[in-house]
């Protein structure tokens, strides 16, 4: 386990995690967009190495359902009628390198969220998350229970402060992944009708049979995220509980 300290907080991070280094904000970053209560970890008692035992996505699946592939993965009325959870949130350390690694203690998630809106706003998001985290190939830790709370979002300056690397990779990912659709539709609608598009216009535009709007370059999402027309949403994650039970469950799952 790796740490650094700043002003008295300090940031834990798994060596060992397949990440985008390219993406790793700098400590100084990361501490103003944290919430100061998110620096404060959750007592985990548990020992090693149960605490470090890992899942697959097709273990999680086939137990609790849902997706293997979904960042928030439901499951159907069967599974969740047996065990009761349907707050799953999985992510990718590669592409979130500053969220939480360490079970119990805090980190940051980016999005494309509408702007304005709060973390529940969103069907799949839930007031308490279930946090699992990939650290690398197939393997899944489970790092507790947390809440999500808006933190301020990156600044344009912040944004044209950025590496041109950093910036690059990032307007790739929104041109090119599921969840960059929102903002993609709204760049659009923005040039085509001449002003912003309301909610309803951007769903409406969503649901048509191609609602993809790859043909929004990422020149034209850099240009929108340096001229402050959209932003990247930055959420702040604590660690709120800790379920022992749970991942001695996890430890002892069959293998698919």
């Known amino acids: 386990m790796s740490l650094s300290t700043i002003k008295g907080a300090t940031l ?104 304005g809106d709060a973390w529940t706003a969103r069907e799949k998001h839930s007031p308490l998350q279930v946090l699992f985290v990939r650290l690398s190939g197939n393997k899944w830790l489970y790092l507790g229970e947390y809440e999500v709370g808006e933190a301020p979002a990156l600044t344009t300056a912040q944004w044209r402060g950025l590496p041109n690397a950093v910036r690059a990779l990032w307007t790739k990912n929104i041109h090119e992944k599921m969840w960059g659709r929102e ?44 001229s402050g027309d959209e932003c990247v949403r930055t959420w702040s994650m604590k660690c709120v509980g800790y379920d022992e039970d749970f991942q001695r469950e996890l430890s002892q799952l069959p293998s698919y």
Not at 12 to 31: F, G, H, R, S, T
Not at 43 to 71: C, F, I, N, W
Not at 198 to 224: C, M, Q, Y
Request: contains cysteine; proline residues 8%; glycine residues 6%.
């Open 12 to 115: 834990y991070a798994q060596p060992n995690a397949e990440v985008k280094k390219e993406l790793i904000l700098k400590d100084e970053d990361v501490l103003h967009l944290l919430h100061h209560d998110a620096l404060q970890p959750f007592p985990v008692t548990l020992p090693e190495p149960l605490r470090s035992a890992t899942v697959t996505r097709r273990q999680l699946a086939k137990h609790y359902g849902g997706s293997e592939m979904d960042t928030f993965p439901k499951p159907g009325a069967d599974k969740f009628a047996v065990h009761g959870r349907a707050n799953f949130m999985c992510i990718n350390l590669q592409w979130n390198p500053n969220a939480p690694q360490v079970p119990g203690h805090g980190g940051l998630f980016f999005d494309s969220t509408f702007p």
């Open 183 to 226: 903002m993609r539709a709204r760049i659009h609608l923005r040039r085509t009708l001449g002003r912003e598009a309301t909610r309803s216009e951007v769903n409406d535009a969503l649901s048509l049979e191609d609602g993809s709007f790859k043909g929004v370059s990422p020149a034209r999402i850099n240009a929108a995220l340096e």
